[in-house]
């Protein structure tokens, strides 16, 4: 058996690593996720990679893209290297710290109970690697079909919408909806602010964050 791993997955450790132990690589494109093992579609992902992930939205739309295969697992890599959460709410020099521990926890309850994609928590790339080894190892036992049909979620233009809005933060999809269904269109909820009954209703239903809201829309790129 071989481990087919995404083609923008070749100058990683774990591979170097994987072939070190033996495994048989084979690079592909592959539109979701990083690794296939089997029928079981494996997304990776680093501690800081996994937060950014939450905060932008970018899990929840690549688990879903999984569920196309058999299995899924979720590699949640580095915990050795970089802590998950702290229940902190500062660090040492004074400074607050990231995303709250309880946010984290969620998600983490959420990707287990609503996506029903097991998690394994590993230390470092050597770790990642053996574990894809020893499943590969187990499931030779029991050979299944590998299937590379499985392609990115199609979304139409509702849903573009709303995950656009969920971009913001502090924006869930919830929220993304209400907006939508009052003001009709994100360029009405962007110009929202240059008329005041607009802006009154937006700083309604974004609350204590309808200040950074603004602030994202005007703040000039540099």
């Not at 790339?125 to 187990?138: E, W």
């Not at 009052?182 to 309808?210: M, P, Q, R, T, V």
């Amino acid at each position: 058996m071989k481990i087919i791993a995404d083609i923008r997955e070749k100058n990683s450790l774990i591979i170097s690593e994987l072939i070190s132990l033996g495994v048989d690589i084979d690079l592909k494109h592959i539109h979701v996720a990083d690794y296939i093992v089997g029928n079981i579609a494996i997304e990776r992902k680093t501690v800081s990679d996994f937060i950014s992930s939450m905060i932008n939205k970018r899990l929840a739309r690549q688990l879903e893209e999984m569920k196309q295969y058999p299995q899924q697992l979720l590699i949640i890599e580095g915990i050795e290297e970089q802590e998950l959460y702290n229940d902190k709410e500062k660090n040492l020099e004074g400074e607050k710290q990231g995303m709250h521990a309880n946010a984290i926890r969620g998600m983490i309850l959420s990707i287990i109970l609503d996506f029903k994609t097991p998690i394994i928590f590993t230390k470092n790339y050597h770790d990642s690697a053996r574990f894809l080894n020893v499943l590969m190892k187990k499931l030779e036992k029991a050979p299944s079909e590998i299937s590379l049909r499985a392609k990115k979620k199609t979304y139409n233009i509702k849903e573009q919408q709303q995950i656009i809005l969920e971009g913001f933060p502090g924006i869930g999809p919830s929220t993304a909806k209400k907006l939508l269904s009052e003001f009709k269109s994100i360029k009405n909820i962007i110009n929202a602010d240059k008329e005041k009954e607009s802006s009154e209703k937006l700083k309604k239903f974004l609350g204590k964050k309808y200040e950074n809201f603004i602030k994202i829309i005007e703040q000039e790129y540099y």
